[in-house]
């Protein structure tokens, strides 16, 4: 399932970055399911096969587009799940994974590694050779200067709060490195996967201090050439890579990289089809369109994030009340939304928040569905046989805002009244996760590469987005379980014991997942390894057509 | 004469700082904890890093002393670094105000090359047919909503004729012909009004002046009609494109918070807009004072321009 | 917009003659003024479709047909329908009530605060006056869509804070009017001569200013609600002004440009509502300028 040398990277530790700029999906997997839909693709796949057996061609330039700019260059700072888009093709991580996020040697900058329990410790033994874009060395001692920066907490890293189960770093010799535990942390190597494990030029991190966010200097494929705030970013390709590809090629192939920001989505699709550009996600609208067009090829990933999903906070009445919960989670029917708002591009959620496509996915678990009938019973069973009334929150997209009146249009066939409030993206998440002030936020999610990260941050009472902050002990003790097993079947059925409250009280109702879109002209090859495993792009092992 | 602009820049000054309080205040009340803004919805940071962020930015001091540690630092061109992507606020205004300035000029230039052609014509053929089509798009020209007129030009040539980019900026020092292809749709969304107003401030200017008695004078001494209207009504017809000019400043910056969103340009009007959303204060702080600076040498320029071109004028407003 | 109201009062209008034309052989004039026949027309319709909005909307605003996205001109949608099902036809009945109250009530709240602002400036002078109009400049710095916009966001998008944002944006134009209509009704001759002759200041305010303000003031009101449905517009567009459902023409807007190339006519129809709208209140503004006050006649036109 796993072709030799296929790169595939792993999701970044954005949460809500589908609610940045939604309409075009962010985020995408390629979990198992993906590699198949590769295949399952059509005919679009086949022809690009038939044709797409040449030797790779070095050379040319590779324009992408892409809706959001990134925060920071620098991995460790950037605050938005976009970034991956950029950081992917300047870092490598300490651990890479492959698409069923088992860690892989192969492409990561640690050889191999040694998990001990007695005491809690990994033992990283180091790639030799590998040089930063500065032209300093990787080793060991860049590993301890990159782990101690992130744990740093002037640093302002967003990996930190996963980290911090390190209690130290010690260098053994020039490519061997331990990390010292407080407790077991079967989570880690996926962690390391992420922003977490990407690898910084210490010299440059020193030299240029807050300017390195957009001079950043890491190990992988492209170096840096020139950025122009709000209009694109260019890559240059990185003449002392040490990846290769399964003949031994040196990657990558393409000298230049341009990602150029691209806001509005019908530009987009105008852009991809006059040829402005080779690579963009296509916006759902346009999907169909260019499936009828000879003249692109598509890959699709499907449950590369949660398209919509209704979050509640346990706290706040009236939706404290489980019932009434229950009766919303009943009366919405995704179809409907799937239709008028994704252009039935989408697919229906069928389990919790770990979409199709992770180990950790189960549809097997109980939670609500579409039903009118079980949404009046529960109405009763609150005691507000007549419905009731509450606001909900979300913010101003052109996805959200309209399936937020298309809810709302469904709510009140069952008499249930649902204000909305529409906030800008900030004010909304902020009120809704930390203020309190809304019952329910109806959002997209992204996908998590590790189930800890989203178990730790949403399920545990003091969750950073844990709306509520109800005390609930043996979620709690389910949580850090799930994250010190290092056995994955031990962690799935963990993370299903979990799934079983979150869904069936209600807690997150996904609605709709993802599904990812990438379509290029049939000069670009490779396209099937555009997608890592957390959908954003990875431009390594795409070539040129002449 | 100096002393009347050393006058004016006086009483600029407490404007520009009442200004820019009431901005400060105003971002400070906006509802919610002002640190979480600074992280962005994306990510999360733990306690101990908020903690941090709170005492770094001063949050948890009155609002006057956060305005004057900003103040003192503004002063010594130090605006702090954005929330939304870590760089230097001063550094990536200059950047944005660049490219406002490039659109807000190609804006003018194109409503001043129509409207005052246009203005005169209609005026030297009162109630011809030119006369009342000019009419008509100059009432036409203030009622439209730019940004409409931005999405129906979008719609014509961009996505039924497909002859112009609807989308994004280039430099057009450094690619002139794709440059000016990004740059028509956008100036004209964002002209059209001053065109109107210019049309009409010209025509009118253009018949008082017609009525004159020097241009009957001239007229009488067998100068051919081009020559009078070219020669002596030009520089009166003048007076009013100046005095749009310098209400122009202003709309470029109300009409770029629009038309930029739309167009996709990454200009200040954009990027205001973008830190509003993210509670981005240092942005905003800095855009608020580049524009009322902006607003305010405009202004000055217009009436010093004014009073240079219109004797009649006295310094002693 | 800048440049028409602060133009529309450059002159102050002695009292006598706004005394030869009570408000009752106003209408009479206008009604020879074609412009304003035809702004009294659009408005007319518009405010009639407004107020009877209930019994004329064809269907539900917030009624989703999903049978028919999208539709173009049909028999079920007569201007066709959006992305989620919903009638055009009806959506603008509705927002046109929403248009026409941003319209009346920010600019009435503009007056309501700038008028006795300008007319404190002319009674105390001096200190007071220079205060409150360095503040008014200051606000005036900024382009009233941008404060609309700062304020917006701060407030949450509703038909309140939109109310307040425009209305706050208005009060420096009202002020100015006044400020300078009184000033130089001050300097009158015959003003200064009751003032020296003993008569109170306050007396002075209520009897010579106040009443010879109205007309500018008026003429500027009726301009600037022009101008507020534009900037409710343009508001509704970046995403910071009245949110759905509540349908308002400029969040019309807002969904369909996405949809620009599946169907513009739904990005056709709000605006050119707004336009013709706006169109109105200029007509009937630059009419009233001449009919109140004919010596600003050729300012503008």
């Known amino acids: 399932m796993t072709r030799p040398g296929k790169r595939c990277l792993r999701p970044s530790l954005s949460v809500l970055e589908v609610a940045l700029f939604s309409w075009l999906l962010v985020l995408a997997a390629c979990g198992p399911e993906s590699t198949d839909s590769h295949r399952a693709g059509g005919s679009d796949s086949a022809a690009f096969e038939a044709i797409g057996t040449g030797e790779p061609r070095r050379g040319g330039h590779l324009r992408v587009g892409y809706a959001l700019e990134p925060t920071s260059l620098d991995a460790v700072l950037g605050r938005s799940g976009g970034d991956a888009y950029y950081w992917h093709q300047i870092y490598d991580q300490l651990v890479d994974a492959d698409p069923d996020l088992f860690p892989r040697p192969s492409t990561s900058l640690a050889q191999s590694w040694e998990i001990s329990t007695e005491p809690d410790a990994i033992t990283f033994y180091l790639r030799e050779g590998v040089t930063f874009h500065d032209g300093t060395k990787f080793n060991a001692d860049a590993v301890k200067f990159n782990v101690e920066r992130i744990l740093e907490p002037k640093t302002m890293a967003t990996p930190r709060a996963a980290m911090t189960v390190i209690e130290s770093v010690d260098v053994l010799d020039e490519f061997t490195v331990r990390f010292n535990l407080s407790r077991p942390w079967g989570a880690g190597l996926n962690m390391l996967a992420d922003r977490g494990g990407v690898m910084n030029s210490p010299a440059a991190v020193r030299a240029l201090g807050k300017d390195y966010g957009w001079n950043p200097s890491g190990t992988g494929p492209f170096k840096i050439d020139k950025v122009i705030t709000g209009t694109l970013v260019h890559l240059v390709r990185n003449e002392n890579y040490w990846g290769t590809d399964e003949s031994g090629n040196p990657l990558p192939y393409v000298d230049e990289v341009t990602i150029r920001v691209i806001r509005d989505q019908t530009v987009l699709s105008s852009a991809l089809r006059t040829g402005e550009i080779d690579i963009a996600y296509l916006p759902y609208k346009d999907v169909s369109a260019f499936q009828r067009d000879d003249r692109f090829q598509i890959e699709t990933m499907p449950g590369g994030a949660i398209a919509l999903l209704m979050a509640f906070n346990l706290a706040a009445p009236p939706l404290d009340d489980i019932n009434l919960r229950l009766a919303v989670a009943h009366a919405v029917d995704p179809e409907i939304l799937n239709k008028a708002i994704f252009f039935d591009q989408v697919i229906v959620a069928d389990a919790g928040m770990w979409p199709i496509g992770a180990w950790v996915y189960d549809n097997s678990l109980p939670r609500p569905y579409y039903d009118p009938d079980k949404a009046r019973e529960y109405l009763v069973a609150g005691g507000r046989p007549d419905g009731f009334e509450f606001t909900a929150v979300t913010y101003n997209s052109p996805i959200f805002v309209p399936a937020a009146e298309v809810v709302r249009a469904m709510l009140k066939k069952v008499g249930i009244t649902m204000k909305i409030d529409v906030l800008s993206n900030a004010a909304a998440t902020e009120r809704f996760f930390f203020g309190g002030d809304y019952p329910m936020y109806l959002t997209g999610w992204s996908r998590y590469p590790e189930p800890d990260w989203l178990a730790s941050l949403a399920y545990k009472s003091d969750g950073y987005y844990n709306a509520g902050n109800l005390e609930r002990p043996e979620i709690d003790r389910l949580v850090e379980k799930g994250a010190s097993l290092y056995d994955i079947e031990a962690r799935k059925e963990v993370y299903n014991e979990i799934n079983r409250t979150v869904l069936s009280e209600a807690w997150f109702t996904p609605l709709l997942y993802a599904v990812n879109y990438a379509a290029a002209p049939r000069k670009v090859r490779n396209l099937d390894r555009l997608m890592g495993w957390d959908g954003k792009m990875d431009l390594r092992e795409i070539w040129l057509d002449p | ?317 | 917009m800048a440049s028409v109201p602060e133009r529309a009062a450059s002159t102050p209008v002695p009292e006598s003659r706004l005394r030869r034309h009570p408000a009752l052989r106003v209408l009479p004039k206008l009604a020879s003024i074609p412009q304003a026949i035809f702004g009294i027309i659009v408005i007319g319709a518009i405010v009639l479709a407004a107020v009877f909005a209930p019994w004329i909307v064809p269907t539900d605003p917030e009624e989703m047909d999903f049978d028919n996205l999208l539709s173009g001109f049909s028999s079920q949608h007569l201007l066709g329908s959006d992305q989620m099902g919903r009638d055009t036809l009806a959506r603008l009945i509705v927002g046109a009530r929403i248009a026409l109250m941003v319209s009346l009530g920010a600019v009435g709240l503009g007056a309501l605060i700038g008028v006795p602002l300008g007319l404190i400036a002319v009674y105390f002078r001096g200190f007071v006056d220079d205060l409150i109009m360095r503040v008014m400049d200051a606000v005036v710095v900024f382009p009233s869509l941008l404060i609309a916009v700062g304020l917006a966001a701060a407030l949450g998008g509703s038909l309140k804070t939109v109310i307040i944002a425009i209305g706050i944006a208005n009060v420096p134009w009202m002020a100015r009017i006044v400020r300078s209509q009184g000033l130089s009704i001050r300097e009158l001759d015959y003003v200064a001569a009751a003032e020296a002759g003993g008569l109170s200041s306050q007396r002075i305010i209520f009897r010579h200013i106040l009443p010879n303000t109205l007309a500018p003031v008026i003429v500027q009101a009726t301009l600037s609600m022009g101008y507020a449905v534009l900037t409710e517009a343009a508001l509704s567009f970046i995403g910071v002004g009245i949110q759905p459902p509540t349908p308002t023409w400029g969040n019309m807007l807002q969904q369909a440009f996405p949809m620009l190339d599946q169907q513009p006519l739904l990005s056709i129809v709000p605006g050119f509502a707004i336009f013709l709208l706006v169109l109105a209140f200029n007509f009937i503004g630059d009419a009233l300028r001449d009919v109140l006050d004919p010596r600003l006649r050729g300012v503008i036109h």
């Open chain 2, 1 to 317: 004469m100096p002393q009347y602009v050393l006058r004016r820049l006086l009483q600029a000054l407490p404007v520009l700082l009442i200004a820019t309080f009431l901005v400060f205040a105003l971002m400070l009340a906006i509802p919610g904890d002002p640190v979480r803004a600074l992280i962005g919805p994306g990510e999360a940071l733990d306690e101990e890093q908020i903690q941090i962020l709170r005492e770094e930015n001063h949050l948890d001091e009155p609002v006057l002393v956060q305005y004057a540690l900003w103040l003192g630092k503004a002063l010594k061109g130090d605006l702090g670094r954005s929330t939304q992507n870590q760089r230097p606020v001063a550094a990536e205004l200059r950047t944005r105000a660049l490219t406002t300035f490039q659109f807000g000029l190609a804006a003018w230039i194109l409503a001043v090359l129509i409207g005052v052609p246009a203005g005169i014509v209609s005026a030297v053929y009162r109630g011809k047919p030119v006369d009342y089509i000019a009419t008509v798009v100059s009432i036409g020209g203030v009622a439209i909503p730019n940004f409409w007129l931005g999405i129906m030009a979008i719609l014509l040539f961009g996505v039924t004729l497909g002859w112009l980019p609807t989308q994004g900026y280039v430099n057009i020092f450094e690619d002139p012909v794709q440059g000016l292809r990004h740059m028509i749709l956008p100036a004209f969304a964002l002209g059209i009004t001053s065109c109107a107003l210019i049309m009409r401030q010209s025509r009118s200017a253009m018949l008082e002046v017609l009525a004159q008695d020097y241009m009957r004078t001239a007229r009488a001494k067998g100068l051919r009609e081009r020559t009078v209207v070219w020669v002596h009504a030009l520089r009166n017809a003048l007076l009013p494109v100046i005095t749009v000019l310098g209400l122009q400043t202003g709309r470029i910056f109300a009409g770029a918070i629009v038309i930029e969103t739309l167009f996709g340009i990454p200009g200040t009007g954009q990027f205001m807009v973008q830190a509003i959303f993210a509670r981005d204060f240092k942005v905003v702080q800095g855009a608020v004072l580049l524009m009322a600076l902006a607003v305010l040498t405009a202004n000055l320029l217009t009436d010093i321009v004014y009073a240079w071109l219109d004797p009649r004028i006295k310094y002693d407003g």
